[in-house]
């Protein structure tokens, strides 16, 4: 197992071209199964999450070749396949494969997900809308067995603006007889990715991007060409290190709508920001002051900079509240900055009070998921001394060259092998 050494307390300067999404990227991986054809897509984060969203592919009879920084998919052989339980418990989108494979092969047999743990996440609106598409599923022995001689579209209400459930049901009806119209759909940029994939395949999707979608079904689809968009999380961690550390930190190959909320929640702590078409510069020459925050589902602050966030506003001036409003868990950062000597307590399971203080102490602290992990990697770049992060593989799901990236910003910090810990494989 790895850890990363951080030797905290140096501003960081300078540019990050921004990697691919991942989340867009595993999302538009579950479609690729729509079509018998060949589909290249550029700017693939080569992160842990993407190479077993690979493998899970190939179990299912595609073909995959990653080069030069593309990744090749042919699915013309994709058969109902053996999964391994183990790599799905390892990704949650393995389970939004579940309506493309249903509309090529008809029966299909898949265990149950997993990923990071903060919270219950259930796939019960994945399973209604597919129901309401003509699937019959039951979950047997912790296995989903779903057969629809043909999925027909379907007028489909979320109880929740879902990120995966839209990009779920939206990919199954691609290829449904009929109109599906999904209402109280997620406009996450993801999902507005994922239809631009789509529908360079021959799909015909409107209204992505806002609460209702409606899809006509298509006979067939065709092998493209995509590429992925840059990652706003991984964009908007780097801005946050330019922040907590004092510095200035630019990050390019972004829309700067993509960094919205996280923009102006900084702006309103005191950063300077300043954009241009495909950029976002943060700098922070004077110490922040304590803000509110309320995560919420795009357009408001993702829920997946709620955790670093948190590592800045323990450093901020006066009080500052995050209240995590789309999982019910997501607070494995809080009592490893505390260690470091943040001063933040939680309220209600979901809402972190912070007092900021005046400096962080480096610590030996450990991940326990992907954004906690970049939480206290943010904090160990601003505190005094030496911070010890272990449980690396959590972090490696999300963030593709981190320590390379960060070390290019002026940060000490190397990956270095746990001599206490055997090198083990994710359990993310
Ligand atoms: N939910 C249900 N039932 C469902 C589906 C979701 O109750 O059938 C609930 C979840 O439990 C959660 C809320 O709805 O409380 C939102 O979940 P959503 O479906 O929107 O999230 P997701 O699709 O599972 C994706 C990202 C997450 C990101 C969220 C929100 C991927 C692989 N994951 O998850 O990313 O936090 O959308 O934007 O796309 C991360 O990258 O660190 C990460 C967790």
Not at 320 to 335: A, M, N, P
Request: glycine share 10%.
């Amino acid at each position: 197992m790895s850890l990363l050494n951080i030797e905290g307390g140096r501003p960081l300067h300078g540019t990050i071209d921004v990697p691919g999404s991942k989340n867009s990227a595993l999302a538009i991986m579950s479609a690729v199964i729509l079509t018998e054809g060949t589909t290249t897509l550029h700017n693939v984060p080569n992160v842990s999450d993407t190479q077993i969203k690979s493998s899970i592919l190939e179990s299912f009879g595609a073909t995959t070749e990653w080069r030069e920084g593309s990744l090749f998919i042919d699915c013309a052989n994709i058969h109902s396949g053996d999964p391994s339980e183990e790599s799905f418990r390892k990704i949650r989108t393995s389970f939004y494969m579940l309506g493309p494979l249903l509309a090529r092969v008809k029966k299909v047999k898949i265990p149950a997900p997993g990923g990071c743990k903060i919270g219950a996440r259930p796939v019960d609106f994945h399973l209604r809308g597919l129901s309401q598409m003509g699937a019959t599923i039951e979950l047997r022995d912790g296995m989903y067995v779903a057969e629809a001689d043909e999925l027909t579209g379907a007028e489909i209400y979320l109880d929740f603006p879902s990120a995966g459930a839209t990009q779920h049901l939206m990919t199954a009806a691609v290829l449904a007889k009929g109109m599906t119209v999904i209402k109280n759909a997620a406009m996450e940029p993801e999902v507005t990715a994922l239809a631009d994939f789509l529908c360079r395949m021959g799909a015909k999707i409107e209204g992505a991007g806002t609460g209702e979608i409606v899809v006509i079904g298509k006979e067939s689809l065709d092998g493209c060409d995509f590429r992925v968009p840059s990652d706003r999380i991984q964009a908007g961690t780097y801005l946050l290190a330019g922040a907590i550390t004092g510095g200035e930190v630019t990050v390019t190959g972004i829309t700067p709508d993509s960094q919205g909320p996280v923009v102006s929640k900084l702006r309103e702590a005191g950063a300077d920001v300043t954009e241009t078409h495909d950029a976002v510069t943060v700098s922070a020459k004077n110490r922040l002051n304590g803000i509110r925050i309320r995560t919420m589902p795009w357009p408001g602050f993702p829920t997946d900079i709620q955790q670093p966030v948190a590592a800045v506003l323990a450093l901020a001036e006066g009080v500052s509240t995050i209240e995590e409003t789309i999982y019910e868990s997501r607070i494995g950062h809080v009592s490893e900055l505390n260690r470091m000597g943040a001063n933040i307590r939680v309220e209600g399971g979901r809402t972190s009070v912070i007092q900021g203080v005046d400096r962080l102490q480096g610590a030996q602290v450990q991940a326990s998921d992907l954004r906690a992990g970049a939480a206290l990697v943010l904090a160990g770049l601003a505190a005094e001394g030496e911070t010890t992060v272990s449980n690396v593989h959590f972090i490696d799901r999300g963030y593709e060259n981190l320590e390379a990236n960060l070390r290019h910003l002026g940060a000490k910090i190397e990956r270095v092998e746990d001599p206490n810990q055997p090198a083990k494989e994710s359990l993310a």
